[in-house]
Every structure is written in structure tokens, then in C-alpha cells.
């Protein structure tokens, strides 16, 4: 019951998709509503018949929620067989330099902004042309067993509205799974917090630190739990922070129809979609609501096979080899968050929801508030084992590179090393097992 009492028990392309089990019956119709909202393709202003839909970009990565989280689970990398467009990622871009106190959670850069698209609407000529290459590489365990690893780079091919900054980097980021979202916001912060190790006081290698925030609906800081770098305090801001700078679609967090940089003159003076019926945005408060209702009532599909011998003893393993230090596995839920059904749950994400530093091979150089180039929040592994039934394919870490669990793990460095070597470490059985529990899950 990974996800306490929202956990569903299906095995199938739906696993990632169901409304939280518990969910109150009469408050079905707006995850169904903010369903649709997820999936529906927004259109350009410009030439769209369709008030409600219009809105689209100028500058976009895609035209639906669910054209990145395909099925409520993760993106992907371009298929190279097929000389795909990178449609389920997006290129951050910004400077290595962090910025302190401030709410910008990081240097942007002056002419492109935070991210890079390669889409735009029909009258604004689009940012970038990008394509991925990769640089492939063997890890052999002691028993001759070879795996190849393989790591994506951007290439620019071409910039429409000039040169990026000299110093500014890009980092590719995979659509993420959406499920048991509100879950994760209805941890107690203090639960969270009491995990961190900032000086490694402990010695084990091991530190963590949550990331430091900036709520706009609050004005405060708060702790990051969403996002690769926990950049995003909550599931409303990720949700507003996605409308606007992944599809170009105003909101009450951003209220510019067009998502562009000062210079960027036909994209600010593209038709607006803006409208009086929704309350001046493109996306209406209550749309913006509904939406988020839905990504925050998605359940968890329930862990398999937990009384097999070999997923017994992989936990075993996950335990003895440290996996625990970063993937923590159990929490319970405060009694008085906002969603009734999400309160008092008790939950097995296996994360600390804390930034570490993964390790030079995993880095990146854009920083985002308090997360190095280096560090990356511990993903939850609740449903990973269900990756290739729901996108028929596997693809994990922020930029999609690998493409088994067993790659995955053989990315962990930095403060993840030791046990990363430790799984190295295992004989072939034993590692298979670790797999079978992961795969459980
Ligand atoms: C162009 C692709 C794309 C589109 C469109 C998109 N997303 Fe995302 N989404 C991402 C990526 C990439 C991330 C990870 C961002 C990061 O960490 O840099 C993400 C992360 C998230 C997260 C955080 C999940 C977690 O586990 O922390 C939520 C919630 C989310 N998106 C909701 C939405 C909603 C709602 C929409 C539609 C309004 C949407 N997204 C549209 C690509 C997309
Ligand atoms: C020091 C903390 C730490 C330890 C220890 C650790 N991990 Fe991780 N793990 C992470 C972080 C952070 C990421 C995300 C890295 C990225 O996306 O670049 C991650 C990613 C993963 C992923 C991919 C998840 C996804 O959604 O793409 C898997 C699977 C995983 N870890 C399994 C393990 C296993 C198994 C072990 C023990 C052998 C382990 N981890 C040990 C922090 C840790």
C-alpha cells in the first residue's frame, strides 16, 4: 500500500492514471475535469476558433500536460531510430553563478530566459534547433559482466535570436511521474527537515539538505519538493511554473501572454490569449485550481510480489548496501493538510526529498536556489517497477540517460558512492535480487 489508502492495485497503462482510491466521491468530477485539462491540446491564438483553448505559446516544448508526462508517467529522450524531436524534456538554461536570498532560483539568461524551446507559434520564428549526442561508456563488474552507459549532451544547432551568454549551460530535464504528488506536499516539513545532515555530522558520507524556495501564492521561503532539484515548493506552483514556461500560457503566477525575454520583439507582439472569461489569463484560476486538484490526486500503485523470496532478500540488500540513507522509505502524512483523504496516510516513497551531490558524471551547471550543478533531490522510487508498462520504455535520472535500473544505479557517485559501490560489490545473484526489489515496487 505504497500509497496508503490512495493506492490502486492496477498493473496495467492506467497504473500511473487513477484517482486517489479514497478520494471522495463527490470531488471525482474535478479530478475528471482536471483531467481533461491535462490533456487537452492548447491552440495559438493567433489562428484558433476556439476561445477555451487558445493560448498557446508563443515559445513551447509541447502542447498538453500530457504530451510530457505521457500517461502520467516519465518522458524520454529522442528515439534515435526514428529521428524524434525531443517532445517529453526541456533544455534549462542559466548561469553556474548561484544568486543568494533572492526569489529567482537562478541567473537566467538576458536573451532566452530559463528554458529553451524548440517550438513556437506561426508568426514568432522558435529559439533553438537542438539535438542530443551521446557519449557511450563500459562499467565492468569483477565477474566480466559489461554494461554500456551511455550520456546525452546538448548540441545548439542553431539560435534564432542570437548568442546565449557566454557563460550560460544547459541541462536536459525528463517530464517526471506524477503520482502521489499530494502525498509528498502533505509531509510535514519538520519530517523532511529532521533527515538533513548538512556537515555530515554522522559520517557516513552522506549529507542532504533540503532546497530553499521561494512560495509566490505564500511570499516566503520554503522548502523545494518538487522538480529534479526540489526547485518548486508546491504542486500549484510547479503546475502554474509548467502552463507558463513549458506550453506559454498565462496565469495568475504569470500573467504575460507571451513567455519571452525583452528582445525577443515578434514573440511580444504576438496575438494574446488573454481573456476577460478567464479572469484576464489564458488559464483561469479555476482551471489553474483543477489542474492541480488532478496532479495532486493521481494514487500510487501498489507494491507486487513483496512475499517472493528474491524481493525479500533484494530489500535486504537495499538496506544493507545504504540505499535507505537517501531513499527513505516510510512516512506518515500530517493530520491537517488541506485534502482530507491525503491527511494521516502512511506512505513508502523511498525518498528524503533532500538534495545530495550525485557526482561530477550526473552534473549539471545550472544551479537552482540552494541545488548545485552537482546535486539532485532523491527521486521517489513508489511505482518505478510499472516504468515500461505505462510508457513502454524505460528512461530515469533528470535527463533520461538511463535506460534499466541497473544503469541508474550505476550513475550514483558523489555522496552515493559507497554504495553505489557496494552494489558493484554484489555477486550476480544478489544484484538481480536488489533489481527484483526495486522492480516490486
Ligand atoms: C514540455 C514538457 C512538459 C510539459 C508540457 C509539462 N511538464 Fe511537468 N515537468 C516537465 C519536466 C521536464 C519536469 C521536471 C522539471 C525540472 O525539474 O527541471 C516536470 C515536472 C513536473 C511536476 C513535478 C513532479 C515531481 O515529482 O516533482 C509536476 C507536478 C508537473 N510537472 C506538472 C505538470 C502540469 C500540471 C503540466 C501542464 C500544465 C505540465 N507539467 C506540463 C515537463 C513538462
Ligand atoms: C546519496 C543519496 C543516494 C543514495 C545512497 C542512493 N541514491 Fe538513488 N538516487 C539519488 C538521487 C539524488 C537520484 C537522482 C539523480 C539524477 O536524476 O541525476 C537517484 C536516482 C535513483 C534512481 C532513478 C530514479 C528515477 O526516477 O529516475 C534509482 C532507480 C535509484 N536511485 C536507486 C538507488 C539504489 C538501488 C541505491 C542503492 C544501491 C541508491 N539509489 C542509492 C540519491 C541516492
Not at 490533456?39 to 509541447?62: T, V, Y
Not at 504528488?181 to 519538520?190: D, P, V
Not at 512516512?331 to 513508502?348: C, M, V
Amino acid at each position: 500500500m505504497s500509497g496508503g489508502k490512495t493506492t490502486n492495485f492496477v498493473k496495467n497503462k492506467n497504473s500511473y492514471s487513477l484517482p486517489a482510491r479514497n478520494l471522495d466521491k463527490n470531488l471525482r468530477i474535478n479530478f475528471l475535469v482536471g483531467n481533461s485539462l491535462f490533456r487537452r491540446i492548447w491552440e495559438d491564438a493567433a489562428i484558433s476558433e476556439n476561445i477555451a483553448k487558445d493560448g498557446l505559446g508563443p515559445f513551447f516544448s509541447s502542447t498538453s500536460c500530457d504530451g510530457c508526462h505521457i500517461s502520467d508517467g516519465r518522458g524520454h529522450l529522442p528515439i534515435l531510430e526514428i529521428d524524434e524531436d525531443l517532445i517529453s524534456a526541456v533544455i534549462q538554461i542559466g548561469q553556474p553563478t548561484k544568486i543568494e536570498n533572492t526569489n529567482e532560483k537562478n541567473h537566467n539568461d538576458s536573451t532566452y530566459g530559463g528554458q529553451l524551446s524548440e517550438f513556437s507559434t506561426e508568426d514568432v520564428l522558435e529559439e533553438a534547433q537542438i539535438s542530443i549526442q551521446y557519449e557511450f561508456m563500459n562499467v565492468a563488474y569483477d565477474d566480466g559482466t559489461i554494461v554500456q552507459l551511455k550520456k546525452p549532451k546538448v548540441i545548439i544547432d542553431k539560435l534564432n535570436y542570437g548568442d546565449l551568454e557566454p557563460n550560460t549551460s544547459s541541462s536536459i530535464r525528463i517530464a517526471q511521474v506524477m503520482i502521489g504528488l499530494g502525498l509528498i506536499e502533505n509531509i510535514a516539513e519538520e519530517d523532511i527537515l529532521k533527515l538533513q545532515d548538512i556537515d555530515d555530522s554522522n559520517s557516513d558520507g552522506i549529507s542532504g539538505k533540503a532546497n530553499v524556495t521561494w512560495d509566490m501564492q505564500e511570499s516566503k521561503f520554503k522548502i523545494g519538493r518538487f522538480g529534479w532539484k526540489a526547485s518548486q515548493p508546491t504542486v500549484l506552483q510547479q503546475t502554474a511554473d509548467a502552463f507558463y514556461h513549458d506550453m506559454g500560457l498565462s496565469n495568475k503566477f504569470y500573467p504575460n501572454a507571451s513567455n519571452c525575454t525583452e528582445t525577443q520583439f515578434d514573440c511580444n507582439n504576438s496575438v494574446s490569449g488573454n481573456s476577460e472569461i478567464y479572469d484576464n489569463f489564458e488559464v483561469s484560476n479555476d482551471q489553474l485550481d483543477l489542474v492541480t486538484f488532478y496532479s495532486s490526486q493521481l494514487g500510487v500503485p501498489a507494491a507486487r510480489n513483496q512475499k517472493k523470496a528474491d524481493v525479500i532478500a533484494g530489500k535486504k540488500i537495499f538496506y544493507e548496501v545504504g540505499c535507505n540513507s537517501c531513499h527513505v522509505e516510510r512516512y506518515i502524512t500530517r493530520s491537517d493538510g488541506p485534502f482530507e483523504n491525503l491527511n494521516n496516510q502512511i506512505i513508502s516513497p523511498y525518498s528524503d526529498f533532500l538534495l545530495h551531490d550525485m557526482g561530477d558524471g550526473l552534473s549539471d551547471q545550472v544551479p537552482e536556489f540552494e541545488a548545485e550543478g552537482n546535486e539532485w533531490r532523491t527521486p521517489p522510487l513508489w511505482g518505478i517497477g510499472l516504468t515500461k508498462i505505462v510508457s513502454g520504455r524505460e528512461s530515469y535520472l533528470h535527463d533520461g540517460r538511463a535506460e534499466s535500473l541497473e544503469e541508474a544505479i550505476l550513475w550514483h557517485g558523489g555522496e552515493s558512492i559507497e554504495s553505489k559501490n557496494k552494489f558493484k560489490n554484489l555477486d550476480i545473484n544478489q544484484r538481480n535480487q536488489l533489481l527484483k526489489f526495486i522492480s516490486s515496487l
